[in-house]
C-alpha cells in the first residue's frame, strides 16, 4: 500500500510541475489535487506547490527515475530469470548510485 501511496504521489508531481509550467493550473486546483487524490498533507501540498512555481522539472524527475529503475528491473527479471529478488536488488544497489543507463550496460550486457 505505501509503495502505491508513493507511486501516486510522482505521478501527481509530474502532473502538477507540467500543468505549473504550461500556465493552465491554478492554485486552488493543484492544492485540490494534491490533498484529495494524492493523500498529502496541507502543509506539504503548499510546500509542493512553491517549488513547482520555483524550480522547473524538478518534481518530474522522481517519476522519470523511477519508471528507469524499474524497466531496468523488468529487464533483470527477464534476462536473470534464475535470481531471486533479493539477488536483483543485490546487483541494482552494487554499483551505488550510478546513472541507470550505466548500471544497464553493467547488468543486462
Same mark, same amino acid.
Given at each position: 500500500m505505501k509503495q502505491l501511496k508513493m507511486r501516486s504521489r510522482m505521478i501527481i508531481n509530474t502532473i502538477l510541475d507540467v /500543468?505549473?509550467?504550461c500556465g493552465?493550473?491554478?492554485?486552488?486546483?493543484?492544492m485540490a489535487l494534491m490533498t484529495g487524490r494524492g493523500f498529502q498533507e496541507e502543509?506539504?501540498?503548499?510546500?509542493?506547490?512553491? /517549488?513547482?512555481? @520555483?524550480t522547473s522539472a524538478q518534481l518530474s524527475t522522481?517519476?522519470?527515475?523511477?519508471?528507469?529503475v524499474s524497466d531496468l528491473a523488468a529487464g533483470l527479471r527477464v534476462g536473470r530469470p534464475?535470481?531471486?529478488e533479493r539477488q536483483?536488488?543485490?546487483? @541494482?544497489l552494487a554499483h551505488g548510485s550510478s546513472a541507470v /543507463?550505466?548500471?544497464r550496460s553493467l547488468l543486462l550486457h
Open positions: /500543468r505549473v509550467h493552465d493550473l491554478a492554485e486552488a486546483d493543484a502543509g506539504e501540498a503548499a510546500g509542493k506547490w512553491r /517549488r513547482a512555481l @520555483l522522481y517519476y522519470v527515475g523511477y519508471t528507469e534464475e535470481w531471486s536483483m536488488h543485490g546487483a @541494482l /543507463r550505466h548500471l
